[in-house]
């Protein structure tokens, strides 16, 4: 990676992706029940749109890569503009990065929300009611629904109350709905392929193309 990006380089567009960062960036379980060791998800969400300036009702496609405690999610936007956002649960740090403007911007934020949960308790992370909502198909499996609520912001996307549908053999959220505690907005997530298989480390570190800021530039 490159050093020495001065942060006035920073787009105006790029703030938003930063706040999509922080509000609806899903996270691996730091502990609990086991987990597969990497999968990828080819899902749409709709929520903070990191390009149409902030929260979007249209849903926008995503491919989410994830590995022990590390996180990727590839975004793409309406002008082909591509951007990545890489997290480590174990700092709880992260990197918002354009791949067009060859750009990298630090984050020091926890990662909200599970993809992993204990499929027959699926609740007891996030200390929420949850209640069965019946079985549907997503990414070419039967998965099972539950009703959450009292999350207190705990929920997928920082939610506090929704449903959720769960691969009862892995135990990943295949899709979701909520809202926020406060918010009429609704906040979603829906796996259109899902695949359980290594995944290299490369995936999870910035490209070395990408321009990173100086020490002491960090937001």
Same mark, same amino acid.
Not at 5 to 31: H, K, Q, Y
Not at 109 to 116: I, R, S, T, Y
């Given at each position: 990676?490159?050093?020495?990006?001065?942060?006035?380089?920073?787009?105006?567009?790029?703030?938003?992706?930063?706040?999509?960062?922080?509000?609806?960036?899903? $996270?691996?379980?730091?502990?609990?029940?086991?987990?597969?060791?990497?999968?990828?998800?080819?899902?749409?969400?709709?929520?903070?749109?990191?390009?149409?300036?902030?929260?979007?009702?249209?849903?926008?496609?995503?491919?989410?890569?994830?590995?022990?405690?590390?996180?990727?999610?590839?975004?793409?936007?309406?002008?082909?503009?591509?951007?990545?956002?890489?997290?480590?649960?174990?700092?709880?740090?992260?990197?918002?990065?354009?791949?067009?403007?060859?750009?990298?911007?630090?984050?020091? $934020?926890?990662?909200?929300?599970?993809?992993?949960?204990?499929?027959?308790?699926?609740?007891?992370?996030?200390?929420?009611?949850?209640?069965? $909502?019946?079985?549907?198909?997503?990414?070419?499996?039967?998965?099972?629904?539950?009703?959450?609520?009292? $999350?207190?912001?705990?929920?997928?996307?920082?939610?506090?109350?929704?449903?959720?549908?769960?691969?009862?053999?892995?135990?990943?959220?295949?899709?979701?709905?909520?809202?926020?505690?406060?918010?009429?907005?609704?906040?979603?997530?829906?796996?259109?392929?899902?695949?359980?298989?290594?995944?290299?480390?490369?995936?999870?570190?910035?490209?070395?193309?990408?321009?990173?800021?100086?020490?002491?530039?960090?937001?």
């Amino acid at each position: 990676m490159k050093s020495g990006w001065n942060m006035r380089r920073r787009s105006g567009r790029w703030l938003l992706p930063a706040l999509f960062c922080l509000m609806a960036v899903p $996270a691996v379980a730091e502990d609990g029940p086991p987990a597969p060791t990497a999968f990828t998800l080819h899902a749409t969400m709709v929520g903070d749109n990191p390009y149409h300036g902030g929260y979007d009702t249209t849903p926008y496609p995503v491919t989410l890569y994830a590995r022990g405690k590390s996180t990727r999610v590839d975004f793409t936007g309406p002008a082909d503009e591509r951007g990545m956002l890489l997290h480590e649960a174990d700092t709880r740090s992260g990197w918002l990065v354009s791949l067009n403007e060859g750009i990298a911007i630090p984050l020091d $934020a926890p990662g909200l929300g599970e993809l992993v949960v204990e499929p027959e308790r699926p609740c007891q992370r996030m200390q929420a009611r949850c209640q069965p $909502a019946g079985n549907r198909y997503v990414a070419g499996r039967v998965v099972k629904g539950w009703r959450y609520r009292n $999350a207190d912001g705990r929920g997928p996307a920082g939610t506090s109350s929704g449903e959720l549908w769960v691969d009862p053999e892995h135990g990943v959220i295949l899709a979701y709905s909520g809202k926020k505690q406060g918010w009429d907005r609704r906040y979603e997530m829906e796996a259109m392929a899902v695949t359980y298989g290594p995944l290299s480390e490369l995936l999870f570190e910035l490209p070395e193309s990408v321009a990173v800021p100086n020490e002491g530039e960090r937001l």
